[in-house]
T-cell receptor, first 115, second 117 residues
């Protein structure tokens, strides 16, 4: 079955340190991968996506993600965390069905940045 | 980036009544719109996918007669929760996908919190 997994419910990082939020996927065909961020009582904000091209994708707010085909991973990274980065992060993958497509989400990882 | 709005942002209703939630793409044409439901501290669950001018495709386990979806134009989709019950209380989020360069990215609305008393 096609799926996306975020193995960590919570990630805690000190401000100024690098952060990584993990994501692995299982899809047939070439994956289209996404990261979204959700602040409390808000919708999701698009951070970045990988469709093709360079394995390292740069997105909003200084975030980047590395596509690793052999490990079927798409981890989200940032060199220096800010307290304002504290939020809920979702990895997502596009899956194909019939003649259409839809995005399915991982379970989410809560990122907490301490001052 | 593309903007998607939802209205209302919060609604409280009595059990048995119907509630309509609007989702609009403000600066792009949304050929496809999606409706999600999110429970507290949980991920998003896709409820249905709608294409402009055609019937929505519902995910398994989602009652189509209870959650009516209309995608009447390229900028508007509505979700109507009919005969709402307390268990329908949730955070409903819509998403829109456009054409061209925006085709592969879904943009999300801010969500609607529904509380059924």
């Amino acid at each position: 079955a096609q799926s996306v997994a975020q193995p960590e419910d919570q990630v805690n990082v000190a401000e100024g340190n690098p952060l990584t939020v993990k994501c692995t996927y299982s899809v047939s065909g070439n994956p289209y991968l996404f990261w979204y961020v959700q602040y409390p009582n808000r919708g999701l904000q698009f951070l970045l996506k990988y469709i093709t091209g360079d394995n390292l994708v740069k997105g909003s707010y200084g975030f980047e993600a590395e596509f690793n085909k052999s490990q079927t991973s798409f981890h989200l990274k940032k060199p220096s965390a800010l307290v304002s980065d504290s939020a809920l992060y979702f990895c997502a993958v596009r899956v194909l069905y019939s003649s259409a497509s839809k995005i399915i989400f991982g379970s989410g990882t809560r990122l907490s940045i301490r001052p | 980036g593309a903007v998607v709005s939802q209205h209302p942002s919060r609604v409280i209703c009595k059990s048995g009544t119907s509630v309509k939630i609007e989702c609009r793409s403000l600066d792009f044409q949304a050929t496809t719109m999606f409706w999600y439901r999110q429970f507290p501290k949980k991920s998003l669950m896709l409820m249905a996918t709608s294409n402009e001018g055609s019937k929505a495709t519902y995910e398994q386990g989602v009652e189509k007669d209870k959650f009516l979806i209309n995608h009447a134009s390229l900028t508007l989709s509505t979700l109507t929760v009919t005969s709402a019950h307390p268990e329908d209380s949730s955070f409903y989020i819509c998403s829109a996908r456009g054409t061209g360069t925006a085709q592969e990215t879904q943009y999300f609305g801010p969500g609607t919190r529904l509380l059924v008393l």
